[in-house]
């Protein structure tokens, strides 16, 4: 069936490493978003993307990155340049010339 | 500033009981307003998206409603059940340099109880 599909729902990172977030979606949506979501705060936009081999940085991107090499797929990669990573990061799709977001269902990332 | 303002932050409700969120916002230009639920550790599902022109827009016992001239939406639950428990949140997108930001608010954390 039809969706968008994250992995894994729960990750560990040591102090230092870089960890990479999966996102997939099989609903032929153009344009692709990476957000953060904290406790008490709305989701913030790491990074977003348009159209393959293309993406821009969202209001909180410094210490990630991306890629879109396919349509079906966005990871974002989590580097030790991000000071707090701890947090729940959620993928969203949406048809380019549409309205209707769709959410993965989340991945948890914890520092130890 | 673009902001996204929700309340309350939480409530608490009795099962069977009907009850309002509100949202206010200050972001232009403005495209619609959205709704989603959140339940812990989910991502969000669309309840609700309204356009500049439509004042109320239901989806089963969800009602929204829209004062695009106050900047205002409300979400009325009618009924509540258990599974009403969630994050409720209010989005407006935002039009932009042909680009269509979307903009979240904090969101109303919903308890439903027995």
């Known amino acids: 069936d039809g969706g968008i599909t994250q992995s894994p729902k729960y990750l560990f990172r040591k102090e230092g490493q870089n960890v990479t977030l999966s996102c997939e979606q099989n609903l032929n949506h153009d344009a692709m978003y990476w957000y953060r979501q904290d406790p008490g705060q709305g989701l913030r936009l790491i990074y977003y993307?348009?159209?393959?081999?293309?993406?821009q940085k969202g209001d909180i991107a410094e210490g990630y990155s991306v890629s879109r090499e396919k349509k079906e797929s966005f990871p974002l990669t989590v580097t030790s340049a991000q000071k707090n990573p701890t947090a729940f990061y959620l993928c969203?799709?949406?048809?380019?010339?549409?309205?209707?977001?769709?959410f993965g269902q989340g991945t948890r990332l914890t520092v130890v | 500033k673009n902001q996204v303002e929700q309340s309350p932050q939480s409530l608490i409700i009795l099962e069977g009981k009907n009850c309002t969120l509100q949202c206010n916002y200050t972001v232009s230009p403005f495209s619609n307003l959205r709704w989603y639920k959140q339940d812990t550790g989910r991502g969000p599902v669309s309840l609700t998206i309204m356009t500049f022109s439509e004042n109320t827009k239901s989806n089963g016992r969800y009602t929204a409603t829209l004062d695009a001239d106050t900047k205002q939406s409300s979400l009325h639950i009618t009924a509540s059940q258990l599974s009403d428990s969630a994050s409720y949140i209010c989005v407006v997108s935002q039009t932009s340099g042909g680009y269509n930001k979307l903009i979240f608010g904090a969101g109303t954390r919903l308890a439903v109880h027995p």
């Open positions: 969203a799709s949406r048809d380019r010339v549409g309205t209707e977001a769709f």
């Open positions: 993307s348009q159209i393959v081999n293309d993406f």
